[in-house]
């Protein structure tokens, strides 16, 4: 909540589709949002709808195309009378799996999250599963994982996640993979 920081909720929906239940619906989830956001000041929030278009001229986008294009693209026209609205985020937050539930193996993500995880060009934040209330006794740790690769936008990435951790308790494990055959430039020969 730092003074300029900026929170956007971004809905994909398909209103076409009107067997989804009614808390997955599209004005309830801006209603929600709407609601969680009331003690952020009105200027540092937005609740963005973008709904999938139903021209069968063209060929319709995903959810996940649309919400890379939308990370990336701040030209985007998502609002009133297609005008861009929103700024390039630092961090993309997705939850592992989307509205059709978990996977059966609990360590696949969804393909909206493997697909945008891959392709926007910001850190990306999976959340597992919901992060019980700070305080709480006995919490466990929660596990950040950041894999570094010595580019700038990995070191971006390591110091998100330091933010975002409670450096009391939780645990950062930082990976980084590399070639074997490749030499170190301080290794001998």
């Not at 973008?50 to 069968?56: Q, R």
């Not at 959810?63 to 630092?90: E, R």
């Not at 010595?150 to 590399?178: I, K, M, P």
């Amino acid at each position: 909540r730092r003074q300029g920081d900026k929170i956007e909720v971004l809905h994909v929906c398909d209103r076409t589709k009107k067997y989804i239940p009614f808390d997955l619906q599209p004005d309830y989830i801006r209603r929600q949002y709407t609601m969680e956001l009331l003690a952020v000041p009105k200027e540092q929030c937005t609740v963005t709808t973008l709904a999938k278009t139903d021209d069968s001229s063209t060929v319709n986008p995903t959810a996940k195309d649309l919400i890379c294009k939308y990370t990336n693209d701040t030209t985007f026209p998502d609002g009133i009378d297609g005008v861009p609205t929103h700024d390039a985020p630092d961090v993309l937050v997705l939850g592992i799996v989307g509205r059709k539930g978990p996977k059966l193996n609990p360590k696949v993500f969804g393909s909206c999250a493997d697909y945008s995880m891959r392709k926007v060009r910001c850190s990306t934040l999976i959340v597992k599963t919901t992060i019980a209330e700070r305080g709480a006794s006995g919490m466990k740790p929660r596990v950040f994982v950041v894999a570094v690769d010595g580019s700038e936008s990995a070191h971006g990435a390591f110091l998100n996640t330091v933010q975002l951790c409670d450096r009391g308790r939780d645990v950062v494990n930082v990976v980084h993979f590399y070639d074997g055959r490749s030499r170190v430039a301080d290794d001998p020969l």
